[in-house]
């Protein structure tokens, strides 16, 4: 795949109350896939000082720099300094996820009563897109305005899914410190999809120890009940007082270790939280006491996951940094898992002559 030729710097003024606030994008060489095609890098800034770093190979978020209560800015995002540590193997440090993010049980579901069968690449199940994902991708990218739109086309019969789907997925860097992330998609047949984006975040910056001191609210009552192999048995469950309630603010350590069977499956937390309402709702806030940093996580989608890095095992990361058992936590927006298998789920089908499109922010403050 060819990448677009772009300017090499890209600057938007916006008057706003008489004044000029500069909005920023900047684009570089990062290197090369295996295949020799060039990837670059994209680094958009705002007037606060937040910057958030995307590269067009698998869309991954590479850094994303915050500052605190004092001021301080720090990188809230695990991931690598180079792009080798995205090419190889990784826990999919801050991807986009597709074509179906999350598990499809038994790597296989029905549509239109025609049964299809997509690559098994996490035992017998299909867990973020296959063995080569979107994560695994050379998106194409345009510049927007502080942003990168990216796009990618993936055939008929990719990883075992129907359809050409066309997909683009566009970072914008608000200048309330959000960052905005659009998706939309189009199809020449029926398939199915679910994108998100896969950041691991540390509100007190990357590499700085485990999250499990983080406060963490989500508003529902609400998880989609799974089997041991965290595939969705098709129940809405209530988890009203249980350790998995964060209807109020709970530090993320204070219950990960109860004797509570859908933490055993997880190991810790790795659930499907169900939203309710429409357009874009309140998903979760989380907030680190010692840096004051918080993050709130708007979305269109119908459930948020939450997962607490319980498989982190000590990986390789910035700066030296070794990232181990819940180092960072996961807030991926999405449709419900393995919903192709569950017709009472909301539909991730998508039809020829629609549009998927959904958007998610992960915003940003301090107190």
């Avoid at 996580?297 to 996951?305: I, N, S, Y």
């Avoid at 927006?333 to 789920?345: G, I, K, L, V």
């Amino acid at each position: 795949m060819r990448l677009l030729a772009l300017p090499t710097f890209f600057l938007l003024l916006m008057s706003i109350s008489g004044s000029s606030i500069a909005a920023s994008v900047e684009s570089s060489i990062w290197g090369k896939t295996p295949a020799g095609e060039e990837v670059k890098l994209f680094t958009l800034r705002n007037a606060s000082g937040m910057e958030a770093k995307i590269t067009n190979w698998g869309g991954y978020i590479v850094s994303l720099k915050v500052a605190d209560k004092s001021g301080k800015f720090a990188d809230v995002v695990l991931g690598f300094d180079s792009l080798e540590g995205y090419l190889g193997k990784n826990p999919f440090f801050g991807c986009i996820a597709g074509r179906y993010a999350n598990r499809i049980g038994h790597a296989t579901f029905k549509l239109d009563g025609v049964e299809y069968k997509v690559t098994a690449n996490s035992g017998k199940h299909q867990l973020h897109g296959g063995k080569e994902g979107f994560d695994k991708k050379l998106w194409s990218a345009n510049e927007v305005p502080n942003g990168v739109a990216l796009s990618y086309t993936s055939p008929d019969g990719e990883e075992g899914y129907p359809g050409t789907l066309k997909s683009t997925v566009t970072y914008t860097l608000t200048e309330d410190n959000g960052l905005q992330i659009d998706y939309s998609a189009t199809t020449d047949k029926p398939t199915v999809l679910n994108l998100t984006n896969h950041a691991y975040f540390n509100l007190a910056g990357e590499g700085s120890g485990d999250i499990l001191g983080h406060e963490l609210t989500l508003p529902t009552e609400q998880i989609t009940a799974t089997d041991d192999d965290l595939i969705p048995t098709g129940e809405i469950a209530s988890i009203k007082g249980t350790p998995l309630d964060f209807t109020t603010p709970h530090a993320i350590g204070e219950r990960i270790g109860a004797d509570f069977k859908p933490l055993i499956q997880g190991i810790g937390y790795d659930h499907n939280y169900v939203l309710t309402g429409s357009g874009l709702k309140l998903a979760a806030t989380v907030k680190d006491p010692a840096s004051g940093r918080v993050m709130t996580v708007r979305t269109t989608e119908p459930g948020v996951q939450l997962y607490t890095g319980n498989h982190l095992n000590g990986v390789p990361g910035k700066g030296g940094h070794i990232y181990a058992k819940r180092h960072g936590f996961c807030l991926e927006t999405q449709h419900y898992p393995d919903s192709p298998n569950h017709p009472a789920f909301p539909s991730a089908t998508l039809r020829p002559g629609e549009k998927f499109s959904s958007t998610t922010i992960y915003q940003f403050s301090a107190e």
